[in-house]
T-cell receptor, first 115, second 113 residues
Framework: DGGITQSPKYLFRKEGQNVTLSCEQN?????MYWYRQDPGQGLRLIYY???????QKGDIAEGYSVSREKKESFPLTVTSAQKNPTAFYLC??????????????FGAGSRLTVL | KQEVTQIPAALSVPEGENLVLNCSFT??????LQWFRQDPGKGLTSLLL?????REQTSGRLNASLDKSSGRSTLYIAASQPGDSATYLC????????????FGTGTLLAVQP
C-alpha cells in the first residue's frame, strides 16, 4: 500500500540534543512538508520541498533543518536551537500535478518530548 | 495575513443527530479549502476539497460548502455515528501561496452512543 511512514512514533530527547525525524513516502509525490502541531493551535508549516535538492522555510523554521536528497525521503532535524521542541510533528506530501495536486497525504506523526 | 478560525472548539452530540461544523477565514482570495479528520495521536485524513470556483462538495454523509465572499465554510455531517468522533480541521490555500495551507485549530467532535 502506498503511503507515508514516519519514525519514530515516540521520541524522547534531553535538552541540548539534536534529533532527526524520518519521513518516507512511496507515493511518487513531488512535494513534501513538515508541520508542527501543538495543543490548541493549528498546524504550522516548518519546511517544505517541491523537488529533490530544494527546500524552503515555512513559518516556523528556526531551530529546524531538513534535507531532500531523494524524492522519497524528507528527514527533519530538530536542533538544540529549537527552544520549545516538545510537539507532535506531521509529515505530508502531494503530487505537483494531476487531480490530486491539491490534496495532502499525511503520515501518522511523531511525538517528540524533551525531558 | 490569512487567519482561519473554527467554532466551536468542541462539540458533543447524541448519535443520529445532524450537525454542522464551521470554518471562517479572513482573506477571501483563496485557491481552495480542505476539510480533514484527525483521530487522537494520528495523522490527518483528507475528507473533502473545495476549489474556489465551487460551492460545495459531497462525500457520503459529509457535505462541505464554501462561501468565499463571506469567508465561510461549513461541514455538514448527516446521521452522526460514534465512529465520527474525531477532531475536524479546515485549511485554506491562499491564492498565490504555493502549496501552503493555513490550518484552523479544529473542532473536537464527540458523538455519544
Amino acid at each position: 500500500d502506498g503511503g507515508i511512514t514516519q519514525s519514530p512514533k515516540y521520541l524522547f530527547r534531553k535538552e541540548g540534543q539534536n534529533v532527526t525525524l524520518s519521513c518516507e513516502q512511496n507515493l511518487n509525490h513531488d512535494a513534501m512538508y513538515w508541520y508542527r502541531q501543538d495543543p490548541g493551535q493549528g498546524l504550522r508549516l516548518i519546511y517544505y520541498s517541491q523537488i529533490v535538492n530544494d527546500f524552503q522555510k515555512g513559518d516556523i523554521a528556526e531551530g529546524y533543518s531538513v534535507s531532500r536528497e531523494k524524492k522519497e525521503s524528507f528527514p527533519l532535524t530538530v536542533t538544540s536551537a529549537q527552544k520549545n521542541p516538545t510537539a507532535f510533528y506531521l509529515c505530508a506530501s502531494t503530487p505537483q500535478q494531476g487531480s490530486g495536486a491539491n490534496v495532502l497525504t499525511f503520515g501518522a506523526g511523531s511525538r517528540l518530548t524533551v525531558l | 495575513k490569512q487567519e482561519v478560525t473554527q467554532i466551536p472548539a468542541a462539540l458533543s452530540v447524541p448519535e443520529g443527530e445532524n450537525l454542522v461544523l464551521n470554518c471562517s477565514f479572513t482573506d477571501s482570495a483563496i485557491y481552495n479549502l480542505q476539510w480533514f479528520r484527525q483521530d487522537p495521536g494520528k495523522g490527518l485524513t483528507s475528507l473533502l476539497l473545495i476549489q474556489s470556483s465551487q460551492r460545495e462538495q459531497t462525500s457520503g454523509r459529509l457535505n462541505a460548502s464554501l462561501d468565499k465572499s463571506s469567508g465561510r465554510s461549513t461541514l455538514y455531517i448527516a446521521a452522526s455515528q460514534p465512529g465520527d468522533s474525531a477532531t475536524y480541521l479546515c485549511a485554506v490555500r491562499t491564492a498565490g501561496a504555493t502549496n501552503k495551507l493555513i490550518f484552523g485549530t479544529g473542532t473536537l467532535l464527540a458523538v455519544q452512543p
